[in-house]
């Protein structure tokens, strides 16, 4: 696949973050696949967008369903996140 090289100004501490998650596979890869995520999550909002005027609005029990399932997919991303930092600190 094809690349081409822009200049992009970030948050100094946005960067620290990025580069201290990202030095397996480099700030280019992960820089990348954010913006994919964050385009595949505005093709999806405007399917339900289109959803919506089809099929009318999402309920508040809808709605407040699918934020519970997210919560519980970030704790269970936080749980493994920190059992990896404990793992990796005791093998250090």
């Known amino acids: 696949?094809?690349?081409?090289?822009?200049?992009?100004t970030l948050p100094e501490?946005?960067?620290d973050e990025i580069r201290a998650d990202s030095?397996?596979?480099g700030l280019s890869a992960y820089v990348a696949d954010a913006l994919r995520a964050k385009r595949d999550?505005?093709?999806l909002q405007e399917l339900v967008v289109?959803?919506?005027?089809?099929?009318g609005p999402v309920s508040s029990d809808e709605r407040a369903a699918a934020y519970a399932?997210?919560?519980?997919?970030?704790?269970?991303?936080?749980r493994?996140?920190?059992?990896?930092s404990k793992s990796s600190g005791a093998a250090a």
């Open 80 to 84: 493994r996140r920190a059992a990896r």
């Open 41 to 43: 999550r505005d093709r």
């Open 69 to 78: 399932e997210l919560d519980g997919l970030d704790a269970e991303y936080d």
């Open 13 to 15: 501490d946005l960067l």
């Open 23 to 25: 030095a397996d596979r």
């Open 50 to 55: 289109w959803l919506e005027e089809e099929h």
């Open 1 to 8: 696949m094809a690349s081409k090289k822009v200049t992009i």
